[in-house]
Every structure is written in C-alpha cells, then in structure tokens.
C-alpha cells in the first residue's frame, strides 16, 4: 500500500536500533518519487555498525554504514549498531602485585572497558619483594603472553591475569659470630615448600650447642629448615677453652705442667676435655734453712 505524502513523493521512515547505538542520515521526511537516496549511518561511541534492514525495498548494500535506497514506494529503513566495547579485569595471582596497563602502574586489581579491535599493553616485573622475606617471580599471563605484551581488545577475552611463584627467603646466623659458620650463607631465597639442608661448623675452641629456629633437630649441627614462610635460624656455639692458673702455696716452689718445670705461677688456656699432668716435688729447700713438704 504506497502512499505518497505529496504529488511526486514518497514518505522515508529511518531510525537507528538501539536508539542509543547511533545516528542515521537523512531523518525521517518525504523523498521524491524514484530518486536515489543517500544513508549514512554513525556509531555512537561504545558501538559499531552491523547492517540494515528495509522495508518493502531492500537498500543497496545492507551491509556498508553509507549506501543508498531508491524511493520507488514509501519506505522503513533501520540502521542496526552493536556494542563495540569488552569490559577487562587485569590483576595478579596473588593479588597486590605491580603491573602495569599501556604505561598506567597499577598495584591492585582493575576494570577497563574497551573498544573490541583496540590495541593495549600489559606488562609486569619480575622478582617483586612487597613484603620482606618474601619474594614473587613471574610465571606467567593468562594468555601465555610474554612478561610485557601487546593485546587486542576482543568479544572473548574479558580478563588478563599475571601469576606467580612464591619464595621467600632464609636468614642464616652464628652466636657469637666467631664461633663458627653457617651454611647455606644468610640471604638466599627458595621456592615455598623447599627443605633446606643447614650445616653449623664450630671455629677453633667453640663447640656446637643448638639452633634457634624452626628447625627440624635444634640439637642436631646438620639439620634441615622447611621453607613455609620467611626463616630467621641461628646456630649457637660454646666458647671450648678454659683458662688454667698453676702455682704453688707459698708462691716461688717449683712445679711442672706437661713436662716443663716453672717456679713461678703460671696461666695456661687449655681446650675443654683434654689432658695435662701436674706435678712437683718435695721436700724443697730452695733457702738455706728452709725446706717445704708438699701436702
């Protein structure tokens, strides 16, 4: 049923679907009989242009946002748009790690939208120490790209997430400092979970006693630590020397330590369990009219 509004024209009905997606040109008005007419149809922002639809006559190309309509009756065209943005979450596993989105440093969890075609960065750094003794080293992005890498905004990709592995890190000590070593030296990270094998070796004159820690065998010189968190163990030795005074009662009478004969009392540092011979001799008589017994 065509109806023409006035002698020699014809009614054009455009609109856009939804009203919100865009613009259409020219709006709604008569048109002269048989001409062609020129559509164009704008996206708004956020949305793309996906077809046409006509009726009763189908345009010149359903498909291109400017084609064109001949006005042969009364007609109904419609411009269809699409939204043309994702929404994105980037973050990190675990959260609160540093990453960055094109040039943006970011240290929790973020929500962009995104026009779907659009180029982007992510990127992340690697290791990251946000709590002492605790270290995290990248592992990898959700989507196997490298540590900084360029993504395209897609319908199907809603999140973008860097993981990593957690170590943390062992401090090694000895009480007192020169008593003696241990190893592995102070400051090493390991993975969460590693079992670490520790040594303490006792200097010269110091014997091992125990750990401080959260040791397996505190009483043990060789021993392991598990890494479940950041570990402070220190191993504590024992000075293994004592300081000796022999001497004689009046002082001047003569004696012998391992052999060597002293008149004079003598200091001597001897290491804790070894052996020494004491002696002297009586009666000494070292005045004239004098003689001493020992007793």
């Known amino acids: 049923d065509t109806v023409q509004v006035n002698p020699g024209t014809y009614q054009l009905t455009t609109s856009a679907s939804p009203s919100a997606g865009g613009t259409v040109s020219p709006v709604s008005g008569p048109q002269t009989a048989g001409s062609v007419v020129n559509l164009v149809a704008t996206p708004n922002s956020g949305y793309a242009f996906q077809n ?4 009763p006559d189908a345009v010149a190309n359903p498909n291109s946002a400017s084609t064109t309509i001949t ?12 939204v043309n943005t994702v929404n994105v979450t980037v973050g ?55 540590i900084s890498h360029g993504v395209t905004a897609a319908s199907g990709t809603t999140s973008y997430t860097a993981s990593f592995s957690t170590s943390y890190q062992l401090i090694t000590a000895a009480n007192p400092s020169n008593g003696g070593t241990v190893t592995p030296a102070s400051g090493s990270y390991y993975p969460s979970g ?6 303490a070796t006792p200097n010269a004159n110091y014997s091992f006693v125990n750990w401080t820690g959260n040791v397996a065998n505190q009483n043990s010189a060789s021993t392991t630590v598990t890494m479940t968190a950041p570990q402070s163990v220190t191993a504590n030795f024992s000075l293994n020397t004592v300081n000796v005074t022999v001497g004689t009662s009046p002082t001047g009478l003569g004696f012998s330590v391992d052999g060597t004969n002293y008149t004079s009392t003598q200091s001597f540092t001897w290491t804790i369990g070894s052996g020494h011979t004491i002696a002297t001799t009586t009666p000494q008589t070292p005045v004239a009219g004098t003689q001493y017994n020992f007793t």
């Open 52 to 55: 046409w639809t006509s009726s």
């Open 194 to 199: 590693t079992v670490v094998p520790l040594t």
């Open 92 to 146: 990190t596993s675990p959260t609160g790690l540093a990453f960055s989105v094109d040039g943006t440093n970011y240290t929790s969890t973020q929500s962009f939208t995104w026009t779907i075609g659009s180029g982007h960065t992510v990127a992340t750094t690697t290791p990251q120490t946000p709590v002492a003794g605790t270290q995290y080293n990248f592992t990898s992005w959700s989507d196997g790209g490298a």
């Open 71 to 82: 006005m042969n009756s009364a007609e109904t065209v419609t411009a269809n748009f699409v």
